[in-house]
T-cell receptor, first 112, second 114 residues
C-alpha cells in the first residue's frame, strides 16, 4: 500500500459532460502528479502541482485542469469529455518534484 | 523529446528462470529512473529507483542497472515465480528534476508459467 487513494474507482460519463476525479496523497507529500493511461500504453503525464501551484504540464489541452489543497488532497477536472478521454487516470504523490513517486490505484473513466 | 522503449513487449517463461527486461531512453540527461510493476487494471507499484549518479539498485530478487551514457537500463529478476506475472514499466525523470513528470515506456507484459 502506497498510502495514496483515489476516488471514484470507476466512472461512466457521456461525451460533452464534465468530470472531477479525486486523489489523497501521502501525508507530507507536497507534490502530486496526474497521468492518463490508455489501454495497452504507458501512462502519459498530464500535469504536476507543487505546494498548490501547477509547476509542470504535459501535452494536454486546457480542458484538463487541476487543484491541489493544503490537506494533501487534489482534483483533476476534465471538461467537454471526448470518447478518447476514456482511460485509467492515475495520481502520484512525492515529497518534492524530483523524488520517488508513489501511485494510487487509479480511476477508470469510460466516456460513451 | 524524451522517448522510452521497452523490449520485449511480452515475455512468457517457466517458473524458476532468471530473466532480463530492457529499457532504453533517447535523452541521457535524466535525473533518475524508476521501475514499476502494474497488475491488470491496477495502479503502479514502485520497485526500484536509480538516481542518475548510481549504477544499480537491488531489492530482494530484483536488480536494476543503469547506463546513463548509453541510455539503457535493465531489470533482472532472479528465480521467477508465478506471482511475478504483471506488466513492468520503466520511467525516467528529466534532468529538470521532475516538473515534466515521468516519461514511461509501454511496458513488458510478463507471464511466469507454473
Amino acid at each position: 500500500e502506497t498510502g495514496v487513494t483515489q476516488s471514484p474507482t470507476h466512472l461512466i460519463k457521456t461525451r460533452g459532460q464534465q468530470v472531477t476525479l479525486r486523489c489523497s496523497s501521502q501525508s507530507g507529500h507536497n507534490t502530486v502528479s496526474w497521468y492518463q493511461q490508455a489501454l495497452g500504453q504507458g501512462p502519459q503525464f498530464i500535469f504536476q502541482y507543487y505546494r498548490e501551484e501547477e509547476n509542470g504540464r504535459g501535452n494536454f489541452p486546457p480542458r484538463f485542469s487541476g487543484l491541489q489543497f493544503p490537506n494533501y488532497s487534489s482534483e483533476l477536472n476534465v471538461n467537454a469529455l471526448e470518447l478518447d478521454d476514456s482511460a485509467l487516470y492515475l495520481c502520484a504523490s512525492s515529497l518534492d518534484y524530483a523524488s520517488e513517486q508513489y501511485f494510487g490505484p487509479g480511476t477508470r473513466l469510460t466516456v460513451t | 523529446k524524451q522517448e522510452v522503449t521497452q523490449i520485449p513487449a511480452a515475455l512468457s517463461v517457466p517458473e524458476g528462470e532468471n530473466l532480463v527486461l530492457n529499457c532504453s531512453f533517447t535523452d541521457s540527461a535524466i535525473y533518475n529512473l524508476q521501475w514499476f510493476r502494474q497488475d491488470p487494471g491496477k495502479g503502479l507499484t514502485s520497485l526500484l529507483l536509480i538516481q542518475s549518479s548510481q549504477r544499480e539498485q537491488t531489492s530482494g530478487r530484483l536488480n536494476a542497472s543503469l547506463d546513463k551514457s548509453s541510455g539503457r537500463s535493465t531489470l533482472y529478476i532472479a528465480a521467477s515465480q508465478p506471482g511475478d506475472s504483471a506488466t513492468y514499466l520503466c520511467a525516467v525523470t528529466g534532468s529538470g528534476g521532475g516538473a515534466d513528470g515521468l516519461t514511461f515506456g509501454k511496458g513488458t507484459h510478463l507471464i511466469i508459467q507454473p
